[in-house]
Nanobody, 115 residues
Framework: QVQLVESGGGPVQAGESLRLSCVAS????????MAWHRQAPGKERELVAS???????NYVDSVKGRFTISRDNAKNTVYLQMNSLKPEDTAVYYC?????????WGQGTQVTVSS
């Protein structure tokens, strides 16, 4: 059974930083591409950042230069370092595969950026 557990979110002011974590179980983690998605109130879910098994990364234009995705295969964990946060980053953040997503989404972690 696939389980994805996100943590690390919270309320911050614009310009501050957060690091999100996601622990995965029930999969061969080292062989999976992983990603962070986010969903703002009333909007569709958006793919934000992805990382391949070989640690190649990709980002949506709006977060390039501010966010960094990384992984620790020994801990079955993917991270999202978020710097210079903006109010437009406010959303619930989820981890999953970037495209062929597992149906078992986690609860997500709330990020709220105030101005």
């Amino acid at each position: 059974q696939v389980q994805l557990v996100e943590s690390g979110g919270g309320p911050v002011q614009a310009g501050e930083s957060l690091r999100l974590s996601c622990v995965a179980s029930g999969i061969v983690f080292r062989l999976n591409a992983m990603a962070w998605h986010r969903q703002a109130p009333g909007k569709e879910r958006e793919l934000v950042a992805s990382i391949t098994p070989g640690s190649r990364t990709n980002y949506v234009d709006s977060v390039k230069g501010r966010f960094t995705i990384s992984r620790d295969n020994a801990k079955n964990t993917v991270y999202l370092q978020m710097n210079s946060l903006k109010p437009e980053d406010t959303a619930v953040y989820y981890c999953n595969r970037p495209y062929e997503t597992y149906i078992n989404w986690g609860q997500g972690t709330q990020v709220t950026v105030s101005s």
